[in-house]
């Protein structure tokens, strides 16, 4: 099935000449890291059935190390199979705990860009959530690109800046024509975009078309947690890259970005860098930091196999004692997990505090997406939460219900 038939084709996909090398760098020496077959192409869209769901289109997983760079990345994917489009819904801005990390961002980025005033370019948008919040800071104007834009969903961004401009497309080379920025954010999209080298190259054309010393800030998924920890969870299909520092900070170096600052947020699940254009073309990893990543990589395919045995017994367990279980997360780690496990039969629900995806189905095994009200009926034995950084706030949303199952974390 083309999904994009129907919806916006991302135009930074890898062009024929490009593909079987790195999308980062170009290099041809890959080695293979890990290989996953039938997984869901999707899985942050809102379906309506559970047999939609079910039949959803799956395809293959094809990890691969960049012997060069040290990127990471699916060469087997094909970017026809997912879906950007409306029902498209992936933020995180309906818990108190992502809020506060958001407000404490924005007020960092201000405070270490000195940004004041001037135009904020935000590629991968969502809602707006982050431009507003950090326009209204800064008293800066906002312009965010992102073709899952929707009027349904407006109502997660709570104080809107004055002057920001949603554009619901891809960001591309006809996006970037005489743009101009003070600062470029790419929050949490760069994983999702097939062709990294060529976005790195848009970023600096538009630093060459604005003020001398555009900032950057990027933030990814941070990988080396997830291969030295086997999280399994956080491998699924819409994610075709996979940065660590050193691959992170190289791409943006050789396309002439100085990096200023390496953070690791959120439970350091979130690698960020933020950079200055300079022009100058920068070096990527030496040889020693090549060799500590492959080694890494080595174990990983181990490493998860070991992972998922271990919680694929614990709800079998729970399932032969005749105890209910249900999961927390309707995003990408519950998809990737339900799936992992070999369906998830032993699990009844998936618990989501976003309206939007309450009433909705799984991708892939079709298990119905239910608000924390309905647990108050189910009354869970346990309840396995996707994301270890809101334990405290599921622990207390669950004790406010007067609901003590156990309550176990990946």
């Given at each position: 099935m083309d999904m994009q038939a129907a919806h916006p084709a991302n135009p930074l996909v890898l062009r024929p000449g490009e593909r079987g090398h790195c999308p980062a760098c170009g290099g041809r020496a890959l080695q293979p890291v890990l290989r996953l077959a039938a997984v869901p192409t999707n899985s942050c869209l809102m379906l309506d059935t559970p047999e939609e769901a079910r039949a959803f289109p799956r395809g293959e997983i094809d990890l691969v190390f960049c012997e060069d760079c040290c990127f990471v990345f699916n060469r087997a994917l094909d970017p026809k199979l997912t879906e950007y489009s409306e029902r498209y819904e992936p933020t995180q801005a309906y818990s108190g705990t992502f809020r506060r990390f958001h407000q404490?961002?924005?007020?960092?980025?201000?405070?270490?860009?000195?940004?004041?005033?001037?135009?904020?370019?935000?590629?991968?948008?969502?809602?707006?959530?982050?431009?507003?919040?950090?326009?209204?800071?800064?008293?800066?104007?906002?312009?965010?690109?992102?073709?899952?834009?929707?009027?349904?969903?407006?109502?997660?961004?709570?104080?809107?800046?004055?002057?920001?401009?949603?554009?619901?497309?891809?960001?591309?080379?006809?996006?970037?024509?005489?743009?101009?920025?003070?600062?470029l954010v790419c929050k949490m999209t760069l994983e999702h975009i097939p062709a990294a080298g060529r976005f790195a190259a848009l970023a600096a054309q538009v630093a060459r078309q604005s003020a001398p010393g555009m900032q950057l800030f990027i933030q990814v998924p941070e990988c080396e947690r997830i291969f030295a920890h086997g999280a399994f969870e956080d491998v699924y299909y819409e994610h075709c890259n996979y940065f660590t520092e050193a691959s992170l900070t190289g791409l943006f170096a050789r396309h002439g970005f100085a990096i200023e600052g390496v953070s690791r947020e959120y439970a350091d699940q979130y690698l960020a860098i933020r950079a200055r254009y300079t022009g100058s073309p920068g070096a990527g990893p030496g040889p020693e930091e090549r060799a500590r990543l492959r080694d890494m990589l080595i174990h990983f395919r181990e490493t998860c196999a070991r992972s998922i045995a271990d919680w694929r017994a614990l709800v079998a367990k729970r399932?032969?004692?005749?105890k209910p279980v249900v999961v927390w997360g309707s995003g990408s780690k519950g998809v990737a997990f339900l799936g992992a496990i070999g369906g998830g039969e032993g699990i009844s629900h998936v618990v989501d505090i976003n309206p939007h995806r309450q009433g909705h189905f799984m991708v892939g095994t079709g298990h119905p997406i239910i608000g924390p009200a309905a647990l108050t009926e189910i009354r869970p034995a346990t309840v396995i939460l996707m994301n270890p950084v809101y334990r405290e706030e599921v622990a207390a949303d669950l004790r406010a219900r007067g609901l003590a199952p156990e309550l176990l974390t990946l």
């Open positions: 404490a961002l924005a007020e960092r980025l201000v405070a270490e860009t000195g940004l004041k005033g001037g135009t904020v370019v935000e590629v991968g948008c969502g809602q707006g959530e982050f431009l507003h919040l950090l326009c209204r800071l800064a008293g800066a104007r906002g312009i965010g690109f992102d073709p899952c834009l929707s009027a349904a969903r407006a109502d997660v961004v709570q104080d809107r800046a004055a002057d920001v401009t949603l554009r619901g497309e891809f960001f591309s080379d006809a996006s970037a024509e005489g743009l101009q920025a003070e600062l399932q032969a004692e005749g």
